[in-house]
């Protein structure tokens, strides 16, 4: 049985556990480390079956599959210690990956294996086999709640206030890359279609805040030889209203693929 541990314990690492001790997901949780340390062990006090609150260290030297969901702060640290003890790491906050590449170098020199799951979007398994091919422009718009991205890095640097907002607002346009920087909380989904596709550089990206908004919605178009797709997106928020359902279940999915006998799509 592959067994995991989980770095991070809010909305999506919550979802992750309650999946495994529910006995939807047939994996190991070998413990689970956190920023917010009585936070997560008062979470953990709820469940069934038992799981060690551990450090970062005891965590990856138990683990077969270390799982970050805890921001991307902590993915440079954390993919080094992984990586370095052989193991594989799943990584939830993509946008990291775009500031630190050379983590995929460290990961192919040790032999281990960095998963990216779809997260709060789907398409990636056409935007991949598209880009064996010619791609010649990928768009993604994001259109979230005010709530969902006030605060962010970006808003923050221009003196951008999203209270009391009335109507429809652009808040930025530019690349995937300029994005995640921008707005790190809110936008990983453009981060794994850059790296699914032609790259953060030359993926553009609109955010967009609409005020009575209640899902998460996502708009992608890639158009290049194979002709043109368009997927269009919404998400339900969890408690976290930066972050959609279909953002934890996918992980768990994801999860799930690594020990399958059968996978399906690309």
């Known amino acids: 049985m592959l067994s995991i541990a989980v770095v991070g314990c809010g909305a999506i690492g919550r979802a992750l556990l309650r999946a495994v001790d529910d006995g939807h997901l047939p994996v190991k949780v070998v413990g689970v480390a956190s920023r ?32 970050e969901a805890a921001g991307a702060d902590v993915v440079p640290d ?13 990584v939830i906050s993509v946008g990291a990956l775009l500031d630190h590449p050379e983590l995929v170098a460290v990961a192919v020199e040790r032999s281990c294996r960095l998963f990216v799951p779809s997260g709060a979007i789907a398409g990636l398994d056409g ?23 006030q605060g962010a890095p970006f808003l923050v640097d221009k003196g951008m206030s999203l209270e009391g907002l009335e109507e429809e607002r652009l808040l930025f346009e530019g690349s995937a890359r300029e994005a995640c ?21 030359r993926t553009r990206v609109r955010i967009i805040a609409v005020p009575g908004l209640t899902r998460n919605c996502h708009d992608i178009e890639v158009e290049g030889e194979f002709g043109r797709l368009a997927v269009h997106i919404e998400n339900v928020p969890t408690e976290n209203p930066r972050t959609g359902k279909l953002t934890a279940l996918s992980i768990i999915r994801t999860v799930r693929e690594i020990t399958a006998s059968l996978k399906v799509g690309t």
């Open 127 to 149: 935007i991949k086999s598209a880009a064996e091919g010619r791609i010649d422009h990928v768009t993604m718009t994001s259109r979230k709640p005010p709530e969902a991205l």
């Open 181 to 201: 920087k921008g707005f790190p909380a809110n936008v990983n989904v453009s981060a794994a279609v850059s790296l699914a596709g032609i790259g953060p550089d």
């Open 36 to 67: 917010g340390e009585e936070r997560a062990k008062a979470f953990l006090a709820t469940l069934g079956n038992p799981v060690d609150y551990l450090s970062p260290q005891d965590l990856v030297e138990r683990a077969d599959l270390v799982i």
């Open 78 to 90: 954390l993919a080094r210690l992984t990586f370095g003890a052989g193991k594989d790491l799943m």
